[in-house]
């Protein structure tokens, strides 16, 4: 399963992104994804998960420090897995991966990933 995201950017504090990952030639509603970040000098963060390979709505999980600021869906159609992120702060600053262990059916959260995006950097100015 070959990652890649994108849609990073410098924004301003308060402002909002939507950060997409894509798989060519993979069908995504088939895994459990998830989105990580990682900012420098520090160890890396779980974010969020999505797994709708039950169909309906799926399942979602967030990380508590990023409730009600981060939005994690999916566009089955466009094969892409999003991750809205609103009123953004300097702290949100950093590489943003998504990743998935690449087992059909697997719900979230994962046992372990495997896969991973080459990531994407977002930059908040104050």
């Known amino acids: 399963v070959q990652l890649q995201a994108s849609g990073g950017g410098l924004v301003p504090a308060g402002g909002s992104l939507k950060l997409s990952c894509t798989a060519p030639g993979t069908s995504l509603d088939r895994y459990a994804i998830a989105w990580f970040r990682q900012a420098p000098g520090k160890e890396r963060e779980g974010l969020s998960c999505i797994s709708t390979y039950d169909g309906g709505d799926g399942k979602t999980m967030y990380e508590d420090s990023v409730k009600g600021r981060f939005i994690i869906s999916s566009d089955d159609a466009k094969n892409t897995v999003y991750l809205h992120i609103n009123d953004l702060r300097p702290e949100d600053t950093a590489v943003y991966y998504c990743?998935?262990?690449?087992?059909?059916?697997?719900?979230?959260?994962?046992?372990?990933?495997?896969?991973w995006g080459q990531g994407t950097q977002v930059t908040v100015s104050s």
């Open positions: 990743a998935t262990d690449g087992r059909v059916g697997t719900t979230c959260p994962p046992q372990g990933y495997f896969y």
